[in-house]
């Protein structure tokens, strides 16, 4: 089956500082991924996705993900981050035979400090 | 312009209630979903569906029924409560196109059964 893992239920950075949440997965065949981010009290919001094509994917509000198919991972990274990206953020693998048909990851809490 | 809007926000059921969370989109997006948060989890799918009148279980489908009459509308029906279907629910859309691997969230529904 098709799966991610997000290995930090927390991470922590300064502002200013570069942030990387880590994401790797487990599929048969090309993966399809994606990250998510999920704000205080609301839904889901898409941030980048990868199909095809480069392994660096930008992505919204400054953030990019770099495909590594050595190491199956999919790790999402801002080169200088803002308290106002703490968040909830999920990585995500599209299942088999499923178009819109998403795994999720457990998520990683990301807390800018000032 | 709406996007995916969920009701009600909050729902408290006693164990053997029935109930049905509504999920209403204004995109014309074909595809719908359910999925409910669980702390330590992340998301799992429950039920989705491709177009009007098709409908199809995802990972956790049991406890839950769903039906979609019209492009617009996809409700959640819960026959008979438990505690276990505590959770946070959460309704998406997407399209079949270029973009469509992009899901559009609804804002969420926090349901306790007691």
């Known amino acids: 089956a098709q799966s991610v893992a997000q290995p930090e239920d927390q991470v922590n950075v300064a502002e200013g500082n570069p942030l990387t949440v880590k994401c790797t997965y487990s599929v048969s065949g090309n993966p399809y991924l994606f990250w998510y981010v999920q704000y205080p009290n609301r839904g889901l919001q898409f941030l980048l996705k990868?199909?095809?094509?480069?392994?660096l994917v930008k992505g919204s509000y400054g953030f990019e993900a770099e495909f590594n198919k050595s190491q199956t991972s999919f790790h999402l990274k801002k080169p200088s981050a803002l308290v106002s990206d703490s968040a909830l953020y999920f990585c995500?693998?599209?299942?088999?035979?499923?178009?819109?048909?998403?795994?999720f990851g457990t998520g990683t809490r990301l807390l800018v400090s000032p | 312009n709406a996007g995916v809007t969920q009701t009600p926000k909050f729902q408290v059921l006693k164990t053997g209630q029935s109930m049905t969370l509504q999920c209403a989109q204004d995109?014309?997006?074909?595809?719908m979903s359910w999925y409910r948060q669980d702390p330590g989890m992340g998301l799992r799918l429950i039920h989705y569906?491709?177009?009007?009148?098709?409908?199809d279980q995802g990972e956790v489908p049991n406890g839950y029924n769903v039906s979609r009459s019209t492009t617009e509308d996809f409700p959640l029906r819960l026959l008979s409560a438990a505690p276990s279907q505590t959770s946070v629910y959460f309704c998406?859309?997407?399209?079949?196109?270029?973009?469509?691997?992009?899901?559009?969230f609804g804002s969420g529904t926090q349901l306790s059964v007691l």
């Open positions: 569906s491709v177009g009007a009148g098709i409908t």
């Open positions: 998406a859309s997407s399209y079949m196109g270029a973009e469509g691997e992009k899901l559009f």
């Open positions: 995500a693998v599209r299942d088999r035979g499923g178009f819109q048909k998403l795994v």
């Open positions: 990868y199909i095809t094509g480069d392994n």
């Open positions: 995109m014309n997006h074909e595809y």
